[in-house]
């Protein structure tokens, strides 16, 4: 270990870090994780359904009810329940304005969770009625969280940065997917091909909603676990990067009334946006304090390589960037997780504990396993290579064993997410003899 100036400087900066939130805002425990644990059970029926489903993902019938069932289960019922939970949380936490009550929360999400359950019964039975009303019960759904969201962040005295936008834009965009949804359905039962309108419904919902709202996602989580900060020029890449996904949803939107070939503009602007996000992210993360290397960003890393493969085959609009593209979000999620379930669980343990608040940033740490992102890292490749042989190969073996590696990835998150409760649970039930001698 080096005592000479500069890791004297990096200690005092370490020693002087504090993480830029109000964890005191922050929603009781119950309200994240109905999400997350709804969330998890959306992606093993999925898993065992594309297991199930295999010889049909395997030719490429993309049209058929057995994959359009799979594809909604996963981007429904994991990837937006899983970012909706998340944002119950930290928005009030970022943006410092009290969470929404219990009651809404509690109620906006089994008005969601009924919805996508009616949706996906629909699309397996083939009920219009079904999809029909489950369908408005989504968008009604959908658009009770998002004002929930909208109103939190219109009362935040936070600057008006390029986060602040980006989860609103991402926002925006959600709501975009179910109206573009919504006209799609229409579209088909007038007789008419889903041919130019479902590439772009998938664009919004993959870019839009989730590709927004990761990038940035990334403008706030990656400076936190590199205990770092963007230099202006690496911020303006970053926000660059949000402009570039934006612009190339709007160019899909533009397509509608045009070409395919407007789309693969679209798919360069995004593609463009992931490489601005990759470039300026690392620098941030070499150039952090933090003790040791969180090996979070190594899942983070194989998540945004993965991502860059998905970007890179919407260029010819592959139907690959769909899958690499799911692969790459569930590899994100699931990475970080394994540091923001701690962070929700120790931000609940630190309320009976005395000291700063903030001190859960810390206690957090205590509670994470540290080789768990890269589990989730080697996983995550792996189920992504076999879906893509799958299809590359026409081999319904390999898509079943990606959908088997899908259903290990969640049972090692689970018993991830299931340690870091009872770590604690543990540190919880400690915390009077833990604080009593403190003033």
């Given at each position: 270990?080096?005592?000479?100036?500069?890791?004297?400087?990096?200690?005092?900066?370490?020693?002087?870090?504090?993480?830029s939130i109000n964890v005191a805002q922050a929603p009781p425990l119950g309200v994240p994780l109905l999400y997350v644990a709804a969330a998890y059970g959306f992606l093993v029926?999925?898993?065992?359904?594309?297991?199930?489903?295999?010889?049909?993902?395997?030719?490429?019938?993309?049209?058929?009810?057995?994959?359009?069932?799979?594809?909604?289960?996963?981007?429904?019922?994991?990837?937006?329940?899983?970012?909706?939970?998340?944002?119950?949380?930290?928005?009030?936490?970022?943006?410092?304005?009290?969470?929404?009550?219990?009651?809404?929360?509690?109620?906006?999400?089994?008005?969601?969770?009924?919805?996508?359950?009616?949706?996906?019964?629909?699309?397996?039975?083939?009920?219009?009625?079904?999809?029909?009303?489950?369908?408005?019960?989504?968008?009604?759904?959908?658009?009770?969280?998002?004002?929930?969201?909208?109103?939190?962040?219109?009362?935040?005295?936070?600057?008006?940065?390029?986060?602040?936008?980006?989860?609103?834009?991402?926002?925006?965009?959600?709501?975009?997917?179910?109206?573009?949804?919504?006209?799609?359905?229409?579209?088909?039962?007038?007789?008419?091909?889903?041919?130019?309108?479902?590439?772009?419904?998938?664009?919004?919902?993959?870019?839009?909603?989730?590709?927004?709202?990761?990038?940035?996602?990334?403008?706030?989580?990656?400076?936190?676990?590199?205990?770092?900060?963007?230099?202006?020029?690496?911020?303006?890449?970053?926000?660059?990067?949000?402009?570039?996904?934006?612009?190339?949803?709007?160019?899909?939107?533009?397509?509608?009334?045009?070409?395919?070939?407007?789309?693969?503009?679209?798919?360069?602007?995004?593609?463009?946006?992931?490489?601005?996000?990759?470039?300026?992210?690392?620098?941030?993360?070499?150039?952090?304090?933090?003790?040791?290397?969180?090996?979070?960003?190594?899942?983070?890393?194989?998540?945004?390589?993965?991502?860059?493969?998905?970007?890179?085959?919407?260029?010819?609009?592959?139907?690959?960037?769909?899958?690499?593209?799911?692969?790459?979000?569930?590899?994100?999620?699931?990475?970080?997780?394994?540091?923001?379930?701690?962070?929700?669980?120790?931000?609940?343990?630190?309320?009976?504990?005395?000291?700063?608040?903030?001190?859960?940033?810390?206690?957090?740490?205590?509670?994470?396993?540290?080789?768990?992102?890269?589990?989730?890292?080697?996983?995550?490749?792996?189920?992504?290579?076999?879906?893509?042989?799958?299809?590359?190969?026409?081999?319904?073996?390999?898509?079943?064993?990606?959908?088997?590696?899908?259903?290990?990835?969640?049972?090692?998150?689970?018993?991830?997410?299931?340690?870091?409760?009872?770590?604690?649970?543990?540190?919880?039930?400690?915390?009077?003899?833990?604080?009593?001698?403190?003033?």
């Amino acid at each position: 270990m080096g005592t000479g100036p500069e890791a004297r400087d990096a200690g005092s900066r370490r020693a002087a870090y504090k993480p830029s939130i109000n964890v005191a805002q922050a929603p009781p425990l119950g309200v994240p994780l109905l999400y997350v644990a709804a969330a998890y059970g959306f992606l093993v029926v999925a898993a065992v359904l594309a297991v199930v489903n295999a010889p049909w993902l395997a030719r490429g019938d993309y049209a058929s009810p057995r994959v359009v069932l799979v594809v909604h289960l996963v981007t429904l019922g994991f990837l937006s329940m899983t970012a909706m939970g998340l944002l119950q949380q930290w928005v009030p936490v970022v943006w410092d304005v009290p969470a929404l009550s219990m009651r809404r929360a509690a109620g906006g999400f089994a008005g969601y969770a009924v919805a996508v359950v009616g949706f996906a019964w629909g699309i397996a039975h083939q009920q219009g009625m079904v999809l029909a009303v489950s369908g408005i019960l989504l968008a009604a759904a959908i658009v009770w969280w998002s004002t929930g969201v909208l109103t939190q962040l219109a009362h935040s005295a936070k600057p008006r940065d390029a986060v602040y936008w980006g989860v609103g834009a991402a926002v925006l965009g959600f709501n975009a997917t179910w109206m573009l949804g919504l006209f799609l359905a229409l579209w088909l039962a007038a007789g008419r091909s889903a041919g130019p309108v479902l590439p772009v419904h998938i664009a919004t919902a993959l870019v839009g909603w989730l590709g927004l709202l990761v990038l940035t996602v990334q403008l706030k989580l990656t400076p936190m676990f590199a205990m770092s900060k963007a230099t202006p020029a690496e911020s303006r890449h970053l926000n660059l990067a949000l402009g570039l996904a934006g612009a190339g949803v709007l160019t899909a939107w533009v397509s509608l009334g045009t070409s395919s070939t407007v789309e693969s503009v679209g798919a360069g602007l995004w593609t463009a946006a992931v490489l601005l996000t990759i470039i300026p992210s690392v620098k941030i993360i070499r150039r952090g304090t933090s003790p040791r290397f969180d090996r979070v960003f190594v899942g983070v890393a194989a998540a945004w390589g993965l991502l860059a493969a998905a970007a890179a085959a919407s260029l010819w609009l592959d139907p690959l960037a769909v899958v690499l593209a799911f692969w790459g979000f569930i590899t994100l999620i699931f990475s970080y997780q394994a540091r923001i379930v701690p962070f929700i669980v120790a931000v609940s343990a630190a309320r009976r504990l005395a000291g700063p608040p903030f001190g859960a940033f810390y206690l957090a740490q205590a509670l994470q396993a540290a080789n768990q992102p890269v589990v989730t890292a080697v996983l995550g490749w792996v189920g992504a290579v076999l879906a893509v042989l799958g299809q590359v190969r026409a081999s319904p073996g390999c898509d079943a064993a990606s959908g088997l590696t899908l259903l290990i990835l969640v049972g090692w998150q689970v018993g991830g997410v299931a340690a870091a409760l009872r770590r604690g649970r543990a540190g919880a039930m400690g915390a009077p003899a833990a604080g009593a001698g403190r003033p």
